[in-house]
């Protein structure tokens, strides 16, 4: 069975880190936004609309010193963490945030909504924080350009040219010491099953056999 792993990352894994120390639980909630009207004769009728994006709340700490406790290989200082979080927040662009090994595996593109934290009482550097997260849905937006006809002075036939509001998903990986097909896949893809995939799609003949700084397309 695979070991829980949460890893956060920015700019299509430009940069990225692991959670180091596991949260005792992993909050999840889900709002429906349905419309209630009222109809002559007919009384109140609901509208079904799809739910409102999820809002996911981490509860943890980022530890000064290795201990049993840590599940990542690579530990950061507390506040390496706590400035990556806030910079990247203040980017005003999405994070990818991906859960593997529980029962709420994930791979969400989202926003920090919420980030606190505080050093532990009796225990020097260490932070507790929490960090709270919310869905973002991937969409675009029409950009309208006015174009006058010189014959008439009217506005003419408006131009539309539609434009990703953010980066498109990330397409390739760079593999990490450490690294296998079945992590990248479930990091990436969220589903370790697709290691396959990715070996067909890189002409990898034996699954197992991957090197630090090879880059793969998923």
């Not at 927040?89 to 990818?96: E, F, H, L, S, Y």
Request: proline share 5%; hydrophobic share 35%.
């Amino acid at each position: 069975m695979d070991l829980a792993k949460i890893y956060l990352s920015f700019n299509n894994q430009a940069e990225a880190f692991e959670f180091p120390v596991l949260p005792e639980e992993v909050e999840i909630k889900e709002k429906g936004n349905n419309k209630s009207h009222i109809l002559q004769n007919i009384g109140e009728v609901t509208i079904i609309n799809k739910v409102k994006a999820y809002t996911l709340t981490l509860k943890g700490l980022f530890p000064m010193e290795n201990g049993p406790y840590v599940t990542s290989k690579y530990l950061l200082k507390p506040a390496v963490y706590v400035e990556k979080i806030k910079r990247w927040r203040d980017t005003g662009k999405p994070v990818r945030l991906v859960i593997t090994g529980t029962s709420v595996d994930l791979s969400w593109a989202c926003t920090i909504e919420e980030f606190s934290y505080k050093e532990k009482a009796g225990a020097v550097g260490d932070i507790e924080y929490t960090i709270s997260f919310k869905e973002y849905r991937w969409f675009k937006v029409k950009k309208v350009e006015i174009v006058s006809d010189s014959k008439t002075s009217q506005p003419a036939i408006a131009k539309t040219e539609q434009r990703p509001v953010e980066k498109e998903m990330p397409k390739t990986y760079t593999v990490q010491k450490g690294d296998t097909l079945c992590s990248i896949s479930k990091k990436c893809l969220g589903d370790s099953g697709k290691y396959k995939e990715i070996a067909k799609k890189n002409n990898i003949a034996n699954p197992s056999l991957i090197y630090p700084g090879q880059v793969l397309q998923l």
